[in-house]
């Protein structure tokens, strides 16, 4: 059973950086593609980004494209997600996911991790 745990939101000015990480666990990681999503009041979950296996591709949402940068380190079962040059539109509750080699679909989901970016 794959275990996520996120870390790292908070509240930030617009214009600051922020570094959220997730702790990935029950599996053998390097399985699993990984992505970020988030969530903001009132509105569906989005897509943030995604990263490969092997870390060796990303892909990002047009919204965050050349601001957020996702990483993985397989060593210590972790997925990072940079962000800089925050937005208040950048405000949400951010989701690590996970999705298994060959499907289509992200399985397994953490609890989230709050973002506010202030005016």
């Known amino acids: 059973q794959v275990q996520l745990v996120e870390s790292g939101g908070g509240l930030v000015q617009a214009g600051g950086s922020l570094r959220l990480s997730c702790a990935f666990s029950?599996?053998?990681?390097?399985?699993?593609?990984m992505g970020w999503f988030r969530q903001a009041p009132g509105k569906e979950r989005e897509f943030v980004a995604t990263?490969?296996?092997?870390?060796?591709?990303?892909v990002y949402a047009d919204s965050v494209k050349g601001r957020f940068t996702i990483s993985r380190d397989n060593g210590k079962n972790t997925v990072n997600l940079q962000m800089n040059s925050l937005k208040p539109e950048d405000t949400a509750v951010y989701y690590c996911?996970?999705?298994?080699?060959?499907?289509?679909?992200?399985?397994?989901w953490g609890r989230g991790t709050q973002v506010t970016v202030s005016s």
């Open positions: 996911a996970a999705r298994f080699s060959g499907k289509s679909d992200f399985g397994s």
């Open positions: 029950g599996r053998p990681f390097g399985w699993y593609a």
């Open positions: 990263i490969t296996g092997n870390g060796g591709s990303t």
